[in-house]
Structure formats: structure tokens, C-alpha cells
């Protein structure tokens, strides 16, 4: 089994920052893509940031600019920068990660149990 844990979340004013990471630990032989998602009250959740291989990465158009995603592949972990948050921004935030848990096997998605951005002042 796979375990993604996240943290960084919390209360930040218009303008702010924050850092997100999520960790992957358990039945690990080796991550594809990594990513956040993000899903705020009465909408859908829809793609923030996505990074595979390290170095291939692809963000939705509302965060360009303000948000970067990267990877640490020896610690399994993925962080996400979030800058000049906006009030909009404000969501739960999921982690996202695609995993073979041995060598050939195929790649499944895993999920973090999510963590709340609000920005608010």
C-alpha cells in the first residue's frame, strides 16, 4: 500500500504565500507523474500543478506565474509554491501521485487526504 501525506496548509491574506509538500511512503518501486489538485466548496476538482519525471511540468492558466511545482525524487515528496494567493485560490488541496509498487508493475494513482488553503483577510 501507498501512503501520500500532506502538509503546508492554513489561513494566509491576500498577497501571501504558502508551501505545500506530500510525501509518499509505503510499496514504492517508482513515481510517474506527481500533482496537486485542488477542489473548493460546490465546484469540481481541477488541476493545479502536475510534474513528471522532475522536470516536465504543466499548471492550470490560473495559477501560471504565481505557482511552481517540483520534485524531490530521493524523498519521494512533491512541493508546491504558492504565490500572490488570491482570495480564489482558497480550496482543499490534493495530492496526487501515479506509482508502481514493483519493477513492471503498472502505475496507479494514489491520493493525499488533502489539506485547506483559505486566503482571506
Known amino acids: 500500500q501507498v501512503q501520500l501525506v500532506e502538509s503546508g496548509g492554513g489561513l494566509v491574506q491576500p498577497g501571501g504565500s504558502l508551501r505545500l509538500s506530500c510525501a509518499a511512503s509505503?510499496?514504492?518501486?517508482?513515481?510517474?507523474?506527481m500533482g496537486w489538485y485542488r477542489q473548493a466548496p460546490g465546484k469540481q476538482r481541477e488541476l493545479v500543478a502536475s510534474?513528471?519525471?522532475?522536470?516536465?511540468?504543466n499548471y492550470a492558466d490560473s495559477v501560471k506565474g504565481r505557482f511552481a511545482i517540483s520534485r524531490d525524487n530521493g524523498k519521494n515528496t512533491v512541493y508546491l509554491q504558492m504565490n500572490s494567493l488570491k482570495p480564489e485560490d482558497t480550496a482543499a488541496y490534493y495530492c496526487?501521485?501515479?506509482?508502481?509498487?514493483?519493477?513492471?508493475?503498472?502505475?496507479?494513482?494514489?491520493w493525499g487526504q488533502g489539506t485547506q488553503v483559505t486566503v482571506s483577510s
Open positions: 509505503g510499496s514504492i518501486s517508482s513515481i510517474n507523474a
Open positions: 496526487n501521485a501515479y506509482v508502481s509498487s514493483y519493477a513492471g508493475a503498472r502505475y496507479r494513482a494514489y
Open positions: 510534474i513528471i519525471s522532475g522536470s516536465i511540468t
